[in-house]
């Protein structure tokens, strides 16, 4: 199922969960890793300097410092590469989403890791709740399914075995759901389809009305039903569930019940322009708080 | 009656320290080297609490946790996670606790006590 795996990394202890989860899934197939590193905006002087991502200076851009930038990385994953090889590591110079996605046309990877935002030392609220610019961009444009571990929670600990698809039952979750299945039928592992009823806007001015929240709930069941479940053969144990609540939290909740070892969902505004579009804010905040990695898959995965 | 501790590490000399750590300390100690085998032991001994390590050849800690926690008679067994690896807080959420590798005996003693008190 993977054969081509690119793991975008800034190579510093931000992405060193991503890093786990990288390595895993590359020697479980045995495909191939490219360790992919942008080294940042040049500017636009006489000499080319990029701002070093671990000590913050401006360095001038040479055949030199890129050369050290790559034993900094094989030093930095040096744990890893001695127990697998087939890793190439590659570098670029630019805007981290555009080298990512440049890159990732050009390798044509089945999967793209990315680790968490690297808030520093903002250690707000808001730079914990929010997925950062680089992830947004690169999980809405990628013509590939990208693997998000935003915290250090939620790499894995010793390979998928239950995965959760959520679904929103838009065009874009038929393919998150036909890469969840094929995952759970290539692992042999466990598939629980899950819906969320969004009920936060009707908290808004007026009371629930529970015969009209209970109606959804068992609408969405059938359409899972209808849907999903009818092509679940060769997966041994899968699990239908549809709960109301507030959709980002109820598939945290839902996940952390399940002991999910993986999250996959879609979402469909692809057809924004990347330079400006966001995740949706439930796809945003699953990431960032789920405790296990997220799959965001926003187009017909390639065969 | 002594309370019963299920011991599951690959690591044989952990095992045997945490054994006879248990016993000399008042308990019955059991133990597996691997999560199948942990399971099977689990369904058999009924004990009254688990010390899980989390990397071990086959399915990891977390993957025996998950089946522990489906089997309706021992999915309230409190499980300990022992591991060298880091983060390992994270690994099983609902773990009554988890110690670090190279643990102090006191320290694993004192949350075993704690938890069978």
């Known amino acids: 199922m993977f054969n081509n795996i690119m793991f975008a990394t800034s190579a510093t202890e931000t992405c060193d969960h991503a890093a786990r989860v990288a390595f895993e899934i590359a020697s479980q197939y045995k495909a191939k890793l490219t360790l992919f590193h942008v080294l940042g905006v040049p500017s636009r002087g006489y000499s080319q300097m990029v701002r070093d991502v671990k000590t913050g200076e401006d360095i001038t851009l040479d055949g030199e410092y890129e050369a050290w930038v790559v034993e900094e990385i094989k030093t930095h994953y040096s744990r890893q590469l001695k127990g697998y090889e087939n890793v190439e590591i590659k570098l670029a110079v630019g805007h981290p989403h555009r080298e990512i996605l440049r890159t990732a046309r050009k390798q044509n990877p089945d999967?793209?890791?990315?680790?968490?935002?690297?808030?520093?030392?903002?250690?707000s609220t808001y730079k914990r709740t929010m997925a950062g610019t680089t992830l947004q961009r690169v999980a809405k444009a990628a013509k590939c399914p990208v693997l998000v571990v935003a915290r250090p929670a939620a790499s894995f600990w010793g390979g998928i075995s239950s995965i959760v698809f959520g679904t929103d039952f838009s065009k874009a979750s038929n393919a998150a759901f036909d890469f969840a299945k094929k995952l759970a039928v290539d692992l042999k592992g466990e598939l629980h389809i899950f819906h969320a009823v969004d009920i936060s806007q009707l908290h808004a001015g007026k009371p629930i009305d529970q015969d009209e929240i209970e109606i959804q709930l068992r609408d969405a069941r059938n359409r899972i039903r209808g849907r999903y479940v009818k092509q679940l053969e060769g997966i041994p144990i899968y699990s239908v569930d549809v709960w109301e609540g507030v959709p980002y939290v109820e598939i945290v909740k839902y996940a952390r019940e399940k002991q999910a070892d993986l999250i996959v969902m879609a979402h469909h505004a692809r057809e924004m322009d990347p330079e400006s579009a966001r995740l949706g804010s439930n796809m945003e905040q699953v990431i960032v708080r789920a405790n296990c990695p997220v799959v965001s898959v926003n187009r017909q995965a390639k065969d | 009656m002594k309370r019963k501790i299920l011991v599951i590490d690959d690591d044989t000399n952990v095992v045997d320290y945490l054994v006879t750590l248990f016993q000399d300390h008042g308990y019955e100690a059991v133990s597996a080297s691997n999560a199948q085998d942990g399971l099977s032991v689990a369904q058999k001994e009924k004990p009254d609490l688990i010390t899980l390590d989390l990397e071990m050849p086959g399915d990891w800690g977390p993957r025996f946790y998950r089946k522990l926690s489906q089997d309706p008679v021992l999915k309230n067994i409190?499980?300990?996670?022992?591991?060298?690896?880091?983060?390992?807080?994270?690994?099983?959420?609902?773990?009554?606790?988890?110690?670090?590798?190279?643990?102090?005996?006191?320290?694993?003693?004192?949350?075993?006590?704690?938890?069978?008190?």
Do not use: C, W
């Not at chain 2, 983060?87 to 075993?112: C, R, T, W, Y």
């Open chain 1, 111 to 123: 999967l793209i890791i990315m680790g968490g935002t690297d808030a520093g030392s903002d250690l």
């Open chain 2, 78 to 117: 409190p499980v300990v996670v022992i591991s060298g690896l880091s983060g390992i807080e994270h690994a099983i959420q609902k773990a009554a606790a988890s110690i670090n590798k190279p643990f102090d005996k006191e320290d694993v003693l004192k949350v075993v006590n704690d938890i069978l008190a």
